[in-house]
């Protein structure tokens, strides 16, 4: 059974920072490309940051480019998403997700299958 399990959430203040992990059961990660999204009241699902199953090639949405960081531990079969200088714009909950089939637009969230049940992410002073 395909699991993931997102957490490392919290509040902190602006110009801090979070690492988010992604915990996944049911199948090997690296096989599979890992995105994570995050959704703030009233708006859409945006992508964020996606991780490729092939080379590991990484994608980032423009408004956290030089800011996110997604990384993976193959041993640990868990994704990261380190988050520096935090803006109170980042404030959503934040998403992991994964898909059986090749992803064609990694920070579309219309191309992944399987999701966790997210966790939140405020930032305020």
């Known amino acids: 059974q395909v699991q993931l399990v997102e957490s490392g959430g919290g509040l902190v203040q602006p110009g801090g920072s979070l690492r988010l992990s992604c915990a996944a059961s049911g199948f090997t990660l690296d096989r599979y490309a890992i995105g994570w999204f995050r959704q703030a009241p009233g708006k859409e699902r945006e992508g964020v940051s996606c991780?490729?199953?092939?080379?590991?090639?990484?994608y980032y949405a423009d408004s956290v480019k030089g800011r996110f960081t997604i990384s993976r531990d193959n041993a640990k079969n868990t994704v990261y998403l380190q988050m520096d200088s935090l803006k109170p714009e980042d404030t959503a909950v934040y998403y992991c997700?994964?898909?059986?089939?090749?992803?064609?637009?990694?920070?579309?969230?219309?191309?992944?299958?399987?999701w966790g049940q997210g966790t939140q992410v405020t930032v305020s002073s």
């Open positions: 997700a994964t898909t059986r089939y090749e992803v064609v637009t990694p920070l579309s969230p219309y191309e992944y299958d399987f």
């Open positions: 991780i490729s199953s092939s080379d590991g090639s990484t």
